[in-house]
């Protein structure tokens, strides 16, 4: 996960959490910032910056569990 050389809120909290989420849960983190486009083709599928919910994911996620 990429971030920045500086003391940040990313590289003080955000790094260090999703470091945590990686090891403890498998997660994976995308740093996406100044990379993501919106639509149904871009990196996470958001519409817009203000969309929080990944529905692309959670529909996949709950298809997989709930076939």
Known sequence: ???TN???EDRLVQATFA???AGEL???????YN???FG???LLGRTDDREVVLKR???????RLNP
Do not use: K
């Not at 994911?57 to 298809?63: E, M, Y």
């Open 57 to 63: 994911d959670l529909r996949a996620a709950v298809g």
């Open 35 to 37: 990379q993501e486009d």
């Open 1 to 3: 996960m990429a971030h």
């Open 19 to 21: 470091a945590h989420l």
């Open 6 to 8: 500086i003391n940040s």
């Open 40 to 42: 149904n083709g871009s």
């Open 26 to 32: 498998g997660w994976e983190s995308i740093y996406a």
